[in-house]
């Protein structure tokens, strides 16, 4: 080997290295981009734990409700599928503007 080509070789070498080792920090599994992507894939999961915890305790709270007694089945009742006992006199009143 020549005395410059040695040096010349060591120095392609390395920045041949240099260079993969950048790519790899910046456009690779691992890198700086695919890091910030994970990190807002977590907080995009975090946000819909909670708003899953939210309606879990809501659910939580129906059920306690039902357990405890009759009259949240009858007011569910009446909401969702239109009960009226014997002896009660239903009326609907409709908006004008929702009428016409």
């Given at each position: 080997?020549?005395r410059v080509?040695g040096?010349?070789?060591?120095?392609?070498?390395?920045?041949?290295?240099?260079?993969?080792?950048?790519l790899?920090?910046?456009f690779?599994?691992?890198?700086?981009?695919?890091?910030?992507?994970?990190?807002?894939?977590?907080?995009?999961?975090?946000?819909?734990?909670?708003?899953?915890?939210?309606r879990?305790?809501l659910?939580?709270?129906d059920?306690?409700d039902?357990?405890?007694?009759?009259?949240?089945?009858?007011?569910?009742?009446?909401?969702?599928?239109?009960?009226?006992?014997?002896?009660e006199t239903?009326?609907?009143?409709?908006?004008?503007d929702?009428?016409?």
């Amino acid at each position: 080997m020549n005395r410059v080509t040695g040096p010349r070789l060591l120095l392609a070498l390395l920045l041949v290295t240099l260079l993969a080792l950048q790519l790899r920090l910046w456009f690779g599994e691992g890198s700086l981009r695919h890091g910030l992507a994970l990190q807002q894939n977590v907080a995009e999961l975090e946000q819909e734990t909670e708003r899953l915890r939210d309606r879990n305790r809501l659910m939580a709270a129906d059920v306690a409700d039902l357990k405890q007694g009759l009259d949240t089945v009858e007011e569910i009742a009446r909401r969702d599928l239109g009960l009226i006992r014997d002896g009660e006199t239903f009326y609907l009143v409709l908006d004008r503007d929702v009428a016409q």
